[in-house]
């Protein structure tokens, strides 16, 4: 028991050295960045750009590598999971993916970047929980307009209705659209997909509800730059604040198909059944749901001086 609290203890104490903001925050995120396949350089600036975000707009930002992070009692803490380019199998005990499907279950908030759609191709409730699932990328990263669909929501609210920018392109072994709400999608006449085409509709961003609790996902981040691009930054501060219940969320829960159909099942159960997960804790629901997203900082106007390793 002691060795357990002990473990414990190591993993929130590696994540809260992260932790940002002043007084009481907001709300709170865990930033899981564990990759057991490829590794993105961009990464860490990812990690100081979320925590920078939580210093200006006052919510906490923890962020952690240890999988025994994935517990009834610790997952209750956070408003959102943002799982930060992961990929492979960065979670590999099966308790542990039980403690995240039960938060999810519960209302919990979930955020992918990039190659969170590259994690966990045999588990299909996580591919269900993102929307679709990473078939391949376009060679290189080239500039190509990115077309936003809602400019309502706050993860794309002050976004320019054609977006150019430079990342390296995603293409889905399904499209996500009829089961999630399409944020915005690429036009494929303005790079080359080579191999990874989608067509006429290729979605790029998107929102959902899921198993019980919320789910955004967005494609870009590749790059190390794009976390110095303050339109780039706007977009993630408003997905973050989406999946954490405090901005609008206008996404319809998804119509789950083939291999992610029980989800819908442990959905409605969700909803219908109130009572505590097996360690007696509930995740936090948020007081501020529907509230406006927070704004830009006049500091992201300029360049975050942040090391690039590409």
């Given at each position: 028991?002691?060795?357990?609290?002990?473990?414990?203890?190591?993993?929130?104490a590696?994540?809260?050295?992260?932790?940002?903001?002043?007084?009481?925050?907001?709300?709170?995120?865990?930033?899981?960045?564990?990759?057991t396949?490829?590794?993105?350089?961009?990464?860490?600036v990812?990690?100081?750009?979320i925590?920078?975000?939580?210093?200006?707009?006052?919510?906490?930002?923890?962020?952690?590598?240890?999988?025994?992070?994935?517990?009834?009692?610790?997952?209750?803490?956070?408003?959102?999971?943002?799982?930060?380019?992961?990929?492979?199998?960065?979670?590999a005990?099966?308790?542990h993916?039980?403690?995240?499907?039960?938060?999810?279950?519960?209302?919990?908030?979930?955020?992918?970047i990039?190659?969170?759609?590259?994690?966990?191709?045999?588990?299909?409730?996580?591919?269900?929980?993102?929307?679709a699932?990473?078939?391949?990328?376009?060679?290189?990263?080239?500039?190509?307009?990115?077309?936003?669909?809602?400019?309502?929501?706050?993860?794309?609210?002050?976004?320019?209705?054609?977006?150019?920018?430079?990342?390296?392109?995603y293409?889905?072994?399904?499209?996500?659209?009829?089961?999630?709400?399409?944020?915005?999608?690429?036009?494929?006449?303005?790079?080359d997909?080579?191999?990874?085409?989608?067509?006429?509709?290729?979605?790029?961003?998107?929102?959902?509800?899921?198993?019980?609790?919320?789910?955004?996902y967005?494609?870009?981040?590749?790059?190390s730059?794009?976390y110095?691009?303050?339109?780039?930054?706007?977009?993630?501060?408003?997905?973050?604040e989406m999946?954490?219940?405090?901005?609008?969320?206008?996404?319809?829960?998804?119509?789950?198909?083939g291999?992610?159909?029980?989800?819908?099942?442990?959905?409605?159960?969700a909803?219908?059944?109130?009572?505590?997960?097996?360690?007696?804790?509930?995740i936090?629901?948020?007081?501020?749901?529907?509230s406006?997203?927070?704004?830009?900082?006049?500091?992201?106007n300029?360049?975050?001086?942040l090391?690039?390793?590409?």
């Amino acid at each position: 028991m002691v060795i357990a609290m002990l473990v414990l203890a190591t993993v929130v104490a590696t994540a809260s050295a992260s932790s940002s903001g002043d007084g009481s925050p907001r709300f709170r995120v865990l930033v899981f960045t564990k990759t057991t396949g490829f590794r993105h350089d961009s990464i860490p600036v990812g990690i100081a750009t979320i925590q920078r975000l939580g210093r200006e707009h006052r919510f906490a930002v923890e962020q952690t590598e240890d999988e025994r992070a994935f517990t009834n009692s610790n997952l209750a803490r956070y408003d959102a999971l943002v799982f930060l380019s992961t990929t492979g199998e960065p979670i590999a005990r099966r308790d542990h993916r039980r403690a995240f499907q039960r938060y999810i279950r519960r209302g919990g908030g979930f955020l992918g970047i990039h190659a969170a759609s590259d994690s966990f191709e045999r588990w299909p409730w996580y591919v269900g929980l993102v929307g679709a699932r990473f078939r391949r990328h376009a060679p290189g990263t080239a500039a190509a307009h990115v077309v936003v669909e809602d400019a309502g929501t706050p993860a794309t609210r002050g976004l320019p209705r054609v977006w150019r920018r430079v990342d390296e392109w995603y293409a889905f072994r399904s499209n996500p659209r009829g089961h999630a709400h399409v944020l915005a999608t690429l036009d494929e006449r303005t790079y080359d997909p080579r191999g990874a085409a989608m067509g006429a509709d290729h979605p790029i961003a998107w929102c959902h509800r899921y198993a019980g609790g919320r789910a955004v996902y967005t494609a870009m981040g590749h790059t190390s730059g794009s976390y110095r691009e303050p339109l780039f930054v706007a977009h993630l501060l408003g997905a973050i604040e989406m999946a954490s219940g405090q901005g609008a969320f206008a996404c319809p829960a998804g119509r789950l198909r083939g291999g992610h159909a029980h989800a819908q099942k442990s959905s409605r159960m969700a909803r219908s059944n109130s009572a505590p997960v097996n360690d007696g804790t509930m995740i936090r629901r948020s007081v501020q749901r529907g509230s406006a997203p927070s704004s830009l900082p006049a500091s992201w106007n300029a360049a975050v001086n942040l090391p690039s390793r590409r």
